[in-house]
């Protein structure tokens, strides 16, 4: 694990000409606001669990089930993963920095289904808050990044098997969403999806369709065409996707505990979906000795950024 940087070596390294993969200096408060959103979040979900008739007793059978997966998933995975990953990139490594980013996005992308879906109750400021801080600590985070720096440390990455990954997953993910939009649309019907919720429309269909999947498409275009931009965000999207998988894991576990009939015929395709996003991800992040060249691989202290 790489060690915190000395300022003098830094400032050594700064004069040689080196330039830092993240700028320390402004993504500290970053990292800082995104454990505080973190902590609140975790919180948040264990009081979700504890009471989950409070929470989330005006929502259907399905959109519980689906509520306790997510606050297991924040309270075991989410909300550790932030504080760790955060911590490590404070000590100085850049690809926790780069993980970090990916978990911010999850998060983010969950938090406006609570904020936006759930009936307002006795959580709706917590989750305001953790949305609010977790998207300005996503932002100000990818801006402490520099593309071309952190292109450089990943060198060496397959590119071609990430920047593919990206584009199908994508492009899976779109063909089924519009397998239920389209012809529920035809029929003069709520989609299945939204349905099950109670809700006009699927939030998740809205995210992913308008959002989260042109945004992961046009990242793995960019890592294909070898742009710093496409591999500085490839580990945020493939996180992104990994995670996603994690709740649709859960939710049949949660059903079958609750007494109803869970779905496990989704658990085969995601979990093969998911083991693959690890697998490029470990691809993607591992270590390659000789490719960074010295003080590129590591964040180090700087002064403000320059336009």
């Known amino acids: 694990m790489p060690t915190k940087t000395p300022p003098a070596q830094a400032a050594l390294r700064q004069k040689k000409g080196a330039t830092p993969a993240v700028e320390r200096d402004a993504a500290s408060p970053w990292w800082a606001a995104a454990a505080a959103a973190a902590t609140v979040g975790m919180i948040a979900s264990g009081i979700g669990l504890a009471s989950v008739h409070a929470i989330y007793g005006q929502e259907t059978r399905s959109f519980v089930d689906q509520a306790i997966a997510q606050d297991l998933v924040n309270l075991v995975v989410a909300g ?66 520099r593309p071309p720096v952190v292109a450089a440390t990943l ?52 995210l992913d369709l308008a959002v989260f999947l042109p945004a992961v498409l046009a990242i793995g ?27 649709i894991l859960v939710t049949p576990l949660v059903t079958a505990a609750r007494g109803g009939e869970p779905a496990w015929s989704v658990m085969g395709p995601v979990g093969v979906i998911t083991a693959v996003g690890v697998a490029v991800l470990i691809v993607l992040l591992r270590p390659r000795p000789g490719v960074a060249p010295s003080g590129r691989g590591r964040v180090v202290t700087t002064g403000a950024r320059k336009s």
Do not use: C, E, K, Q
């Open 80 to 145: 550790p993963a932030t504080l760790l990953l955060a911590w490590l990139a404070w000590r100085g490594s850049v690809r926790a920095h780069l993980l970090w980013t990916g978990v911010l996005t999850f998060t983010v992308y969950n938090y406006v289904i609570y904020t936006m879906s759930i009936h307002v109750g006795p959580l709706f400021l917590a989750w305001v808050a953790v949305l609010g801080l977790t998207f300005f600590s996503l932002v100000g985070g990818l801006r402490a990044a």
């Open 155 to 206: 060198a060496g990455a397959p590119r071609r098997v990430v920047g593919w990954y990206l584009i199908v997953i994508a492009a899976v993910f779109t063909i089924l969403w519009l397998s239920d939009i389209v012809p529920a649309v035809l029929a003069g019907r709520p989609p299945t999806g939204a349905a099950d919720l109670a809700l006009p429309s699927n939030p998740v269909h809205v």
């Open 221 to 247: 275009r960019l890592v294909l065409l070898r742009r710093p931009l496409g591999l500085a965000l490839a580990p945020a999207a493939t996180v992104f996707l990994v995670m996603t998988g994690l709740p």
